[in-house]
């Protein structure tokens, strides 16, 4: 074996060491997230030394560089604030949803339109149009991290797979019975998974088109799908009001998270898919612990409906989103307890997410606004305004230097 170079995962912190193994190019992800300011990092340098024989004394000053580097990055506390840098006059109906790409150069949009667009962030520029669907573009998503396909689910009872370079249309999967709301690639395999209102979901071959397997189990409509990170386990979360777990392999169902009493809005995983946590329209979210199908704690703080959440990038801290106008953020790495309440918004928060560092909170309203919040104190430090209807979504790009919102006034804005 022998070492070709280092490779740096900024959020979550890791460090990926490439080498070559009998003529092939192999890497190594580890996982460093407990890196903070106080770190050591010669003495971290060492301990991965003596547990990576691959590494030599001859590295070792440039471990210790790409470290600090790492620890630059992931220890930044600058409190940026975000400019309006472009308005995409998007679509000729509502938009449905965004995503962007693993490096934060794309944007993808569904429209009630029935089409997908795919933007360049940097210029604005609509780089192509995705046609074919026959009604509502509702799920959009990247295969990310090498972000070459895209996959979109209509409310025609498909899902299409695309090329992200040329807009070119490879393949269709059929065999729902109702809208298709979510579509995930598998993170390890050529497959991708979809969920339907038809009540169940269902696993295909990313090249063919073949459809592999029907997860059958929920009573409701399926409104959240998640794979875990080695692709052979998938949760999924239904209007019936339950989680429930699939093992991809045999497409049966390995266990029911039982315990919200009405519908879903959301369920996924933390950063290692240890924990599982759902939000429901019975005012809760739940944590849950992977492994033991279990119940660790209901987090009981919203005065309305629990309508979305997000895990920060190290899965120490969990954000809830709600009608009451509020979102609040949970420590859940010891006792549960709510850290910090962001209130300030007028109408409903429908989404959330946290910065790459974990230390802002986004949060986007019904009132028109999204909204930047401090993590730790919940104070709010800055609002995007010009959207002139309804927010329902908004995210960070990976490095968190640009900030995508989508209103209900057919626009998406990029913030920089």
Known sequence: MRLLKFLL????????????????????????????????????????????????????????????????????????????????????????????????????????DRTCKVWDIDSGAELFTLEGHKNVVYAVSFNNPTSDKIVTGSFDKTAKVWCSRTGHCLTTMWGHDAEVVVAKFSPTQCKLATGSIDATSK?????????????????????????????????????????????????????????????????????????????????????????????????????????????????????????????????????FQQLALMKGHREEVSKVCFSPNGRQLLTASLDRTTRLWSADDGSCFQQLKGHTDDIFACAFSYTGDTIITASKDNTCTIWR
């Open 203 to 335: 696993i295909f071959h990313i090249e063919t088109g073949q459809e592999l397997g029907t997860l059958r189990g929920h009573t409701a409509e399926v409104i959240a799908l998640h794979y875990n990170n080695d692709g052979n386990q998938i949760i999924s979360g239904s209007f019936d009001g339950t989680v429930n777990i699939w093992d991809t392999r045999t497409f049966t169902r390995t266990s029911v998270l039982i315990g919200h009493r009405e519908e879903l809005s959301n369920c996924l995983y933390n950063f290692d898919c240890s924990l599982i946590a759902s939000s429901s329209m019975d005012k809760t979210a739940k944590l849950w612990d992977a492994r033991m199908n279990s119940c660790l704690a209901t987090l009981l703080g919203h005065d309305d409906e629990v309508l979305d959440l997000a895990f920060d990038n190290n899965g120490k801290r969990l954000a809830t989103a709600s009608s009451d106008t509020t979102a609040q953020v949970w420590d859940i790495s010891s006792n």
């Open 9 to 112: 995962r900024y959020f979550p912190p890791g460090l990926a060491l490439e080498y070559t193994q009998g003529g092939d190019i192999k890497t190594k992800m580890i996982d460093l997230l407990d890196l903070s300011a106080e770190t050591d990092v010669r003495a971290l340098a060492e301990s991965i030394k003596a547990a990576e024989p691959i590494i030599t004394e001859s590295v070792m000053d440039q471990l210790v560089e790409t470290l600090q580097k790492l620890q630059a990055k992931v220890c930044d506390t600058n409190t940026k604030r975000y400019y309006k840098y472009k308005t995409l006059q998007t679509h000729l109906l509502p938009v449905t949803n965004i995503a962007l790409d693993k490096l934060g150069k794309r944007c993808l949009t569904g429209s009630y």
